[in-house]
Structure formats: C-alpha cells, structure tokens
C-alpha cells in the first residue's frame, strides 16, 4: 500500500551533498504531495475581485454555484448558534469544553509580556503587545465538519485579547444553508456570536474586503483547500489583510524503530489519511521488519475503516510512503529534512531524538501521543505549517494574533549622547537629512 524510499545505500549517481548539509541532502528524496497555489491563484483571482465589486452579493452566487445553497444573506442568526448549542449531543459538549480548558491553559502560558529597557539615564525603549483590532478566522467545512478547528483559531485570538472575531465556514445544503450544526454549537459555546455561511475563496475575500454585514478584518487565520489558500496568497500578496500561513493537504511522519507497536504505527498514519486524499502519512525507519508489519496493518485497518477510498488514495499517492534509513541519526536528518506538519518518535529513547528535531509543526513524543490527542485534546494547537514550512514557520498561537510595537523615549541629554553617531551613520548612508533632524535640535547647522 505504501511506497518505498531506500536510502540506506547512497546512490552513486546523487551529486554530493556537502560536508555540511546534513538534513538538508534529503530534501528532494522526501515524499511531498504535489501542491501548485500559484496556479489556483489565477483560478481564484477573478473571484476575489468580483466578491470586492459587488460584496455579498457575488458571495451568495457563489455559494449557489459551489455548495449548492440559495441564501438570502450569509450571516448566521443568533437562534441557529443558540439551536446547535442546545441540541449538540452531551459527549461532544464535554469532549469541546476540555479541549477548549487545556487550550486555553497552554495560550495563557504563552502570552508575552511588553519589555522595557534602560539604554543610559533618560534613554528607554518599551515593547508593547498590542492584540489584532478584528480577526477573521476561517474553518474548513466540506469534506469533514472540522469543529476543532473551531477551538483552535478561537481561542488563542480570546486568550491575546482581540477585540473583534468573525468566523466563517462553508454553507451545508444538507442543513439548511447554514455551516454545519457541531460547527455552530462549537462558536456558541466560545461566545463567537458572528458567524457566516461562506467557504472558498469568496469567504476570505468576504472577510478582507468587507461584504454586506461582513467589515474587512486585519487577519485571516485557519486552513483550507487550495483554492481558499490562493486566496490568501493573493490578498496577502496585495497588501489586503494579513496571513497566519498557507496551510496545505495535512500531513504525518513517523519516525520508529523496531521497539514501536506496528498496529500504533499504522493507526497513526490512517489517521492523517483520513482527512484528504491528498494527505501525507510517512513513515521513517531503520527496521525492515517493522516495515513490513505496518504495511500489513494498515492492509487490515483500511479495510476496516469508514473512509476507504479516501483513505486509500492518500496512503497510495506520491505524497506518502516508507522512508528506510541506516539508523536512527540518518532518520532524524531525513525527518528534519521532511519537516512535518506532525511528527511522532516512537523510538527507545524518544525524548533524546525529539529534542534533535529541529524542523517540525509539533512533535508528539513517544507510543502515548497519538497525532489525534494534538487535533482535539492535548493542549497544543493543530493549525501548523505544511509542505516543509515547518523550517521557518510556527503553528498557530498568541503570537499570531498579537503585534510587538517598539516604544523609544529620550531625553535631551540621552539624545546628546548618542548625536554624533546618528549623523556620521547617517553621512555614511549619504542621508543628511537624517543627521540633520538630529542636529537642528542642538542648535548646529
């Protein structure tokens, strides 16, 4: 079911990879699901800029085209959130208020105080956080209802105090035009009482421009398909609205070593397939033997599962597959090289070679933290970075949401000081203008 990568033996044809390149010689060999946002851009583009020429009208035609839903506006009802709240089904309820306590406990530990500090007497730059004004923060509803996404835009944006939240999820034909029930009660519960029942590309470009009783927000968050990922490429790009990231199909690797349960191991991967034919599950090890019992489970778990040909599909595509390694440090330099959204160690030792991960969404250490504990329960967030941009990027936190601005008080004296400096940097910058705004205020020149 899984392809096979062999790099045990280094192939003699490969041009060398550098004394120093380390994880990154496998970053070409890595599985990678074919992704092309640029493309979708020009697919997109035409729909953003009717959704800025005629609002909400443009995204109500839209939803007809694509969701099959007529509507006579996109914003939610008060009643509907209070309806799903009160119909959602007990064991949901508790599974969401947990996962919304421990969230909020791990956001709350993150938030960054401002900083002051004293350069020399009267000289004193502050950093203050400052939250987002109004975020608009978007939740996947087509091929799965994720309500735990939900969770995870929100809270974070409650936790760094942003003062105003849209959140917006595709309208369901099967419920009346409205996002999906679990969704709705997920936002009452949160206390998000606007919400709307637009998805694709027109929902971002909806909440970046404005639409009918949608104002523009300062930053969209949350993942999507790839059409609602060009549509914040192409509006970020344009200096519209600000960006968490460009989430793209989930992904899982797995690096393991003969001590690891195969059946835990297979588990974990038909989990992330689950979610999208598109999605990667990659497993990395030493053990041939292990290999081979967990292609021999999954055979008998996907033919078990709800979602066969989805998941069939992902475990079958270019974009997964069995990573064989020499050993374990040629495997972290390969899970380093791959930098998954999720990465699992299921090693002797596990905690040693987590900490030699430099390059991963997050990181779930050990037989006992299943990928899923993240999606829903474990305290941490699940909207992280895909497509290998865990090398530069962060998941979703606080941080998002908030903004650093640097605050510089001088006295005359300290200003004094440090003049001279100012205007030789400046004349060495052929900026004299700028020494001068200096130097005007001591009388010179």
Same mark, same amino acid.
């Given at each position: 079911?899984?392809?096979?990568?062999?790099?045990?033996?280094?192939?003699?044809?490969?041009?060398?990879?550098?004394?120093?390149?380390?994880?990154?010689?496998?970053?070409?060999?890595?599985?990678?699901?074919?992704?092309?946002?640029?493309?979708?851009?020009?697919?997109?583009?035409?729909?953003?800029?009717?959704?800025?020429?005629?609002?909400?009208?443009?995204?109500?035609?839209?939803?007809?085209?694509?969701?099959?839903?007529?509507?006579?506006?996109?914003?939610?009802?008060?009643?509907?959130?209070?309806?799903?709240?009160?119909?959602?089904?007990?064991?949901?309820?508790?599974?969401?208020?947990?996962?919304?306590?421990?969230?909020?406990?791990?956001?709350?530990?993150?938030?960054?105080?401002?900083?002051?500090?004293?350069?020399?007497?009267?000289?004193?730059?502050?950093?203050?956080?400052?939250?987002?004004?109004?975020?608009?923060?978007?939740?996947?509803?087509?091929?799965?209802?994720?309500?735990?996404?939900?969770?995870?835009?929100?809270?974070?944006?409650?936790?760094?105090?942003?003062?105003? &939240?849209?959140?917006?999820?595709?309208?369901?034909?099967?419920?009346?035009?409205?996002?999906?029930?679990? &969704?709705?009660?997920?936002?009452?519960?949160?206390?998000?009482?606007?919400?709307?029942?637009?998805?694709?590309?027109?929902? &971002?470009?909806?909440?970046?421009?404005?639409?009918?009783?949608?104002?523009?927000?300062?930053?969209?968050?949350?993942?999507?398909?790839?059409?609602? !990922?060009?549509?914040?490429? +192409?509006?970020?790009?344009?200096?519209?609205?600000?960006?968490?990231?460009?989430?793209?199909?989930?992904?899982?690797?797995?690096?393991?070593?003969?001590?690891?349960?195969?059946?835990?191991?297979?588990?974990?991967?038909?989990?992330?397939?689950?979610?999208?034919?598109?999605?990667?599950?990659?497993?990395?090890?030493?053990?041939?033997? +292990?290999?081979?019992?967990?292609?021999?489970?999954?055979?008998?778990?996907?033919?078990?599962?709800?979602? !066969?040909?989805?998941?069939?599909?992902?475990?079958?595509?270019?974009?997964?597959?069995? !990573?064989?390694?020499?050993?374990?440090?040629?495997?972290?330099?390969?899970?380093?090289?791959?930098?998954?959204?999720?990465?699992? &160690?299921?090693?002797?030792?596990?905690?040693?070679?987590?900490?030699?991960?430099?390059?991963?969404?997050?990181?779930?250490?050990?037989?006992?933290?299943?990928?899923?504990?993240?999606?829903?329960?474990?305290?941490?967030?699940?909207?992280?970075?895909?497509?290998?941009?865990?090398?530069?990027?962060?998941?979703?936190?606080?941080?998002?949401?908030?903004?650093?601005?640097?605050?510089?008080?001088?006295?005359?004296?300290?200003?004094?000081?440090?003049?001279?400096?100012?205007?030789?940097?400046?004349?060495?910058?052929?900026?004299?203008?700028?020494?001068?705004?200096?130097? !005007?205020?001591?009388?010179?020149?």
């Amino acid at each position: 079911m899984l392809r096979t990568i062999d790099l045990r033996t280094p192939d003699p044809a490969a041009p060398a990879a550098g004394q120093h390149a380390g994880w990154r010689a496998y970053v070409d060999v890595v599985p990678r699901a074919e992704f092309d946002v640029e493309a979708a851009v020009e697919v997109v583009r035409p729909v953003v800029e009717d959704v800025r020429v005629r609002g909400e009208e443009a995204v109500r035609d839209y939803s007809a085209r694509f969701d099959g839903v007529e509507q006579e506006t996109v914003a939610v009802p008060a009643q509907a959130l209070a309806d799903a709240l009160a119909g959602l089904d007990p064991a949901v309820r508790a599974g969401l208020e947990e996962s919304i306590r421990r969230l909020r406990a791990t956001c709350h530990a993150e938030l960054e105080e401002g900083t002051a500090t004293d350069l020399a007497d009267g000289a004193r730059v502050s950093q203050r956080m400052v939250p987002m004004d109004r975020v608009g923060l978007y939740v996947p509803g087509g091929i799965a209802p994720l309500v735990s996404s939900v969770v995870m835009n929100v809270v974070p944006a409650q936790v760094a105090g942003v003062g105003s &939240i849209a959140l917006t999820s595709s309208p369901q034909k099967a419920h009346g035009g409205l996002p999906h029930p679990t &969704i709705l009660a997920a936002c009452a519960l949160l206390g998000v009482d606007e919400v709307y029942a637009a998805g694709g590309a027109q929902a &971002i470009a909806m909440l970046a421009y404005g639409a009918g009783p949608c104002a523009p927000v300062d930053l969209v968050t949350g993942p999507g398909a790839i059409y609602t !990922v060009a549509a914040k490429r +192409l509006l970020n790009g344009q200096g519209v609205v600000g960006i968490d990231s460009e989430a793209g199909p989930t992904e899982i690797a797995i690096l393991a070593d003969e001590t690891a349960d195969p059946a835990f191991v297979a588990a974990d991967l038909l989990s992330q397939a689950e979610h999208d034919p598109m999605a990667g599950s990659v497993l990395v090890t030493d053990s041939t033997q +292990l290999a081979d019992d967990v292609v021999a489970e999954l055979d008998k778990q996907v033919a078990a599962t709800r979602h !066969v040909e989805r998941v069939r599909t992902a475990l079958t595509g270019p974009q997964s597959g069995v !990573v064989l390694v020499r050993d374990l440090d040629q495997g972290v330099d390969v899970v380093n090289a791959y930098a998954a959204e999720h990465l699992e &160690i299921q090693t002797r030792d596990a905690a040693s070679y987590a900490a030699r991960v430099v390059n991963a969404g997050a990181i779930f250490v050990g037989g006992f933290a299943p990928v899923s504990l993240g999606d829903y329960c474990a305290g941490s967030n699940h909207v992280l970075p895909t497509g290998g941009c865990a090398c530069h990027s962060s998941g979703l936190s606080v941080r998002a949401f908030l903004r650093s601005v640097h605050v510089v008080e001088y006295s005359r004296d300290a200003l004094a000081e440090v003049a001279d400096h100012v205007v030789a940097l400046a004349e060495a910058e052929d900026l004299p203008g700028h020494g001068a705004a200096v130097s !005007v205020r001591f009388g010179r020149g």
